[in-house]
C-alpha cells in the first residue's frame, strides 16, 4: 500500500455502494446477510468475510448510526462485572480489551488513566473496596494476558499527586486518590468505520441507507433509502444485530432499553486534565460518574443507566432529569460546580438489554443497571439469528458467537473465527505507529493511513484548514471521509466520522464546509 493510498479494496463510497447494492439484489444467493452496521453487525459482517464466505451487510442509516456512536468511549476490563458476581462476563472484557489493544487496533485503542479522588464523600470503607476492586481488575488484566506495559498497575496517590492530575477536584479535605487504567478508543464511531472498511477489504458488500424492513431466514426486503426503490437480498443466513430496534424484525425478541447519557463540556471549563476521573455516585456501592477528557477540546461526563419504554427513536433525546443528575455528582467533587449553562451539549445511546425478566412491564422489573450485560444469540423458528445485549468492549466475541450460530443453523461451510488475530484498517504495532511522518492526532485516528491523510492536506493548503476555529478536524478528514469511509452527507462527516456535531453550536457553524467539501469530492468520486 502507497503511504498516499488507502488500503486495497476497503474504500467506501457512493459509487461502490450503488454498484454493490445492484449486484446485491439481483436475484443471486450470498452466504450471509448482515443487518445493522454498528460494532456488532460490522464486525459480524468481517467475522463472515474474513472466513470466506459471501457477505452483504446494510444498515437503514449509516455506521455507526445506533448506540455504537453513543459510548464513553471506553474498552471496558469488566471490572464493575466482578463486583456482581459475572466473572464469565469479566474474563471475556478482558480478554476483548486486550485483543483490541494488542493485536487488533492498537492504534484506536490505548491506555486511558483515571483518578478516583478521596474526598470528604468517600468514606474510607468505600475507598478500601474501591482499591480492593482495582486491585482484582489487575488481576484480570493479567488472566486476559494483557501486558504491564499495554496497562499499568493500579496505584494510591496522595493528595499531591492527586491535585496534579486532576486540578478541578476540590482541595479540602482531599485525603489522596486512587490510580488505575482502562482501555479508550479514539472514537468509537471510528472503531465501527474502521471494522466496516476491513469488511469491505475482504469481499464484503458494505450497504448504508438500506432498509431491511421484512426478514426470513432466506433474505430480506430492503429499500434504498436514497432512491425508494425497492428490492430483495437472497441469503442462505441472516444475522440480526440492529440492537435495540432487534425486535421489530425478529418476533419473540423482547429488549428493554436503557438509556446512558453523557453531557459534553468545553476542555478549558474543567482545565487540565491529564487523567479521566471515578467520582462515586452517592448511595451507591459500584457506580461512578465518569469523566472522560476526549483530547478534540471537548469533556465528557458520563453516564446515567435509565429504563426507556415505549418506541425506540432513532436518536434519543436526552431529559433535563439525566443532565441535573450527572450535574450534581459531578459537583459533589469539584471546586467549582459547573453550571447548567456551561453544557454544550448532550448525548444519550440506548444500550440493548436482553429481557429475560418475564415481565409485561417496568413494574418490579430488575433495575437496568442490575441486567446482564452478558450477550445472547437466538435463532428463530424460521432461521434468522439475533445477537442482542453485550456492549462495545466485546462486540468481536458476539460477532464471532451470531456467525458460530448462523453458520451452524443453516449448513454453511465456514472457516473458524480469525478475527482475534486479524489487524483493522490502519493497525500497526505502536513502535511502527510512533514513526509515521503524520501528527499524532491523526495517527490516533487513522493508523498507518494517517500519512495518506495528512498527504492531502500536504498538496492542497485550504485543505489543511480546520473545519472550524479551535476544533483540530481538518477539511482533508471530510474529504478522505467522502472518498473511503463511505460518507454520504453532512451528518455523515459531522456526527459520525467526526464528532463535530456532539455540540450543535459548532456543527451549526461547521455546516457550510460540509456542504462545499462534499461538492468538492462529487468530481472525485469513480
Known sequence: MSHTEAAPGSSLSAHRRGRELAEAADGRTVDVLVVGLGATGAGAALDAAARGLDVVAVDAHDLAFGTSRWSSKLIHGGLRYLASAQFDVAHESAVERGVLMTRTAPHLVAAQPFVLPLTPLVSRAQASLAWAGLRAGDVLRLAARTPRQVLPVPRRLSATEARHLAPSVRAAGLRGGLLSWDGKVT?????????????????????????????TGAGARIRDELTGEEGEIRARAVINATGVWAGALTDGIRIRPSR????????????????????????????FVLVLPQGDGRVYVGLTDEPVDGAVPDVPEVPETDIGFLL????????????????????AGLRPLLDTSGHDGPEGAPRTSD??????????????????????????????????????????????SPTAALPLIGAAAPERLRTLPA??????????EAVAVHALAARDPALAEPVLPGHPVTRAELLWAVRHEGALDE???????????????????ALPTARDVLDRAAPARP
Open 491 to 509: 451528518s455523515d462527516l459531522l456526527d459520525r466520522r467526526t464528532r463535530i456535531g456532539v455540540v450543535p453550536q459548532d456543527r451549526a457553524q
Open 371 to 416: 441486567i446482564s450485560r452478558r450477550h445472547a444469540v437466538l435463532t428463530s423458528p424460521d432461521g434468522v439469528t439475533t445477537v442482542v445485549g453485550g456492549k462495545l468492549t466485546t462486540y468481536r466475541r458476539m460477532a464471532q458467537d451470531a456467525v458460530d450460530a448462523a453458520a451452524g443453523a443453516r449448513g454453511l461451510r465456514a472457516a473458524p
Open 260 to 287: 446512558g447519557t453523557h453531557l459534553v463540556l468545553r476542555s478549558e471549563r474543567l482545565g487540565a486534565l491529564p487523567a479521566g476521573l471515578h467520582i462515586p455516585i452517592p448511595g451507591e456501592s459500584n457506580r
Open 328 to 347: 450534581d455528582v459531578l459537583g459533589s467533587a469539584l471546586d467549582t460546580p459547573v453550571s447548567r449553562d456551561e453544557v454544550v451539549g448532550a448525548f
Open 439 to 448: 501528527p499524532r492526532r491523526l495517527v490516533r485516528r487513522y493508523g498507518t
Open 187 to 215: 472514537d468509537d464511531a471510528r472503531l465501527v468505520t474502521a471494522l466496516a472498511r476491513t469488511a469491505a477489504a475482504h469481499g464484503a458488500r458494505v450497504l448504508t441507507r438500506v432498509r431491511a424492513w421484512e426478514l
